[in-house]
Structures are given as structure tokens and as C-alpha cells.
């Protein structure tokens, strides 16, 4: 009886290994991909999104050129995410960035997508990313 | 019944070990010694995790067009000794990575050594077997 315990107990801890990697919010990791108003006009972006305090929060493009986002809303019966941030543009000056776009492939550690469309300003156009 | 139930744990047990195991490998397995790469790109996701930490990049190639690359480092714990902490990369950071690529062309390679954006050199904790690895 003892040695089936023992058995089970060992089982169970194999089983859970292989779910290590899915904890979190399917939103937090790095996305990576394009975004613009052609596709002839793309700009690279990265996102870095964080589950903190029971709420997605991040940064677009981390580093020197880094932007707070300041709002992310999340339909959750849809799995549709809109994110908000002042963004400075071309000229400068600083606009307001209103993406929304679909989680997809949530179920994926390494193929998820994060895609829709935005407004910059007046420059409207879509982005594409994938979970890094 | 108790020698059954003992075969199917060794089993179990084995396949898990497995899984481990197949993540570790020898430089010579993936990585060809014979195709330098110094790479400069700004930090996209960092990985730690045994058995190899990776770290990704953003390589612009001539052309422009963006290539992302996947760059193994030692362990956790072997970085530590090389001067390594868990803040020393940041997402965006621009580093240059020296090293070796990986056998089948992808964009993935071995780093032998990356130069920070605060210009500080650290050895990577390169399995390569004659890597200068700079470990206290």
C-alpha cells in the first residue's frame, strides 16, 4: 500500500513538470513583430508584457526609445486586447497609440499572435506579433 | 504486481529524464566551430534556464530586413561565476555577441562572448571546448 503511494505520488511529479512553462498570463512574455499603415511601411515593435498586481502591464520597444503603456484592456470572452500609450511621433510631437487586436493560439507557449489593427495620431494601419 | 508496478516507474521515470536530457548536447552536435559570427542587435527576450540560458537579437542584415537570433549561453549558475546577474541583459539593450552558428544555417548560435551596452565584455559560458570562458 505504502509502495503504491509512493508510486502515484512519483507520477504525479513527473506529470507536473511539463507544466512548468505554461503559468502566467497568456498575454506576459516579449512580442516581436511589425506594425504600420502598408506593408510597405513597416516599423519594427517589440512588446514586453508583465501580469502584475492582477493586471497586464508593459513597455513598447524597451530600451532607449521606450514607451510606458499606460492602459490595457482585455475582453476575455473574445480574447481581445486593446493597449494604450502617449507615443511620440516623427515629428516629434507626442500622440496618442491605441492598439486592439485578437490573442490567437493562447493554448501555444511558442506560437501565439497577437494581431489587429491601430491608431497613431492620425495614422491608422495594423500590426502583426508573436510571442518571442 | 510489485515488480510490474516497479518496471512501469523505471519507465516513467526514464522518459522523464529524457525529456531533461534532450536539451542538453555537446557544442559539436549543433554548433560549427568553423563559422565565426559577431553579431550587434538590441535585445528582443532573454531565457534563463538550465541547462543553457538563450538570449534573442535583432540583427539588421544588409538588405535591411530584420533577423531574429536565438544565442545559447552557459547555465545560470556558470554565468554567475563568469559576473553574470539576472539584470545584467535588459529587453532593448544593444550588445555585440561573438561565437560560433549553428550547423544548419539558422539564425541561431553558440555565444562565445557578449560586449554590453555599457561596453563591459563578459565570457558566455560557451560549451565550445576551446573557448576562452573567463569562469573564477
Sequence with gaps: MRFGKLVLSLLLALAALPAFPQV????KGSWLGFWGPSEAKRTRILLALDWQNRQVVG?????????EIDRVEIDYATWTMTIEADMP????????????????????????RYSGTYRHGDETGTFMLALN | ???????????????????????????????????????????????WANPH??????VQNAKGEYENWALEMGSPNGLMRRGWTRDTLKLGDVVTVTGSRAKDGSFKGNARSVVLSTGRRLFAGSSQPDADDGAN
Excluded at chain 1, 24 to 27: E, Q, R, V
Design chain 1, 89 to 112: 511621433l516623427a515629428n516629434g510631437k507626442t500622440a496618442r497609440y491605441v492598439a486592439t487586436g485578437k490573442l490567437d493560439n493562447l493554448g501555444s507557449w511558442l506560437n501565439r
Design chain 1, 24 to 27: 502566467g498570463h497568456p498575454a
Design chain 2, 1 to 47: 504486481m510489485r515488480r510490474k508496478l516497479t518496471a512501469v516507474l523505471i519507465g516513467v521515470a526514464g522518459l522523464g529524464a529524457g525529456a531533461s536530457a534532450a536539451a542538453h548536447h555537446s557544442f559539436a552536435a549543433e554548433f560549427d566551430a568553423n563559422a565565426p559570427i559577431e553579431l550587434t542587435g538590441s535585445v528582443t527576450k532573454i531565457d
Design chain 1, 59 to 67: 513597455t513598447i520597444n524597451p530600451g532607449r526609445n521606450a514607451v
Design chain 2, 53 to 58: 540560458t538563450f538570449f534573442y537579437i535583432d
